[in-house]
């Protein structure tokens, strides 16, 4: 079973919003960061935002600061991404992550477990 399982996306237009789901099931957020990665074809992966359950401290990169929201429902073991002013760029398969006692920084190392994400696409 897969822990992680990602959904919300599809195709929206310039400027619109998505909100992405992750389910956690199997284990506790409290010790965890839940990261969203992103990748387009031909690009590397990318984090696009990060919570870490047991401080709450989070991180987005420049390109969609003020832009994306993490957040948590804690009932559900549910991540969030809500995403907003999209943009063609944003476009690729998103990608939910766990990790352990990981620190919030964008990068996909020291994380444990991947979703098999779910794709946007930002177009007109």
């Known amino acids: 079973q897969v822990p992680l399982v990602e959904s919300g996306g599809g195709l929206v237009q310039p400027g619109g919003s998505l909100r992405l789901s992750c389910a956690v099931s199997?284990?506790?957020?409290?010790?965890?960061?839940i990261g969203w990665f992103r990748q387009a074809p031909g690009k590397e992966r990318e984090g696009v935002s990060c919570?870490?359950?047991?401080?709450?401290?989070?991180y987005y990169p420049d390109s969609v600061k003020g832009r994306f929201t993490i957040s948590r429902d804690g009932a559900k073991d549910t991540v969030y991404l809500q995403m907003n002013s999209l943009k063609p760029e944003d476009s690729a398969v998103y990608y939910c992550?766990?990790?352990?006692?990981?620190?919030?920084?964008?990068?996909?190392?020291?994380?444990?477990?991947w979703g098999k994400g779910t794709l946007v696409t930002v177009s007109s």
């Open positions: 992550a766990a990790g352990e006692g990981t620190y919030c920084t964008g990068s996909p190392y020291g994380m444990d477990y």
């Open positions: 199997g284990f506790t957020l409290d010790n965890y960061a």
């Open positions: 919570i870490r359950i047991s401080d709450g401290s989070t």
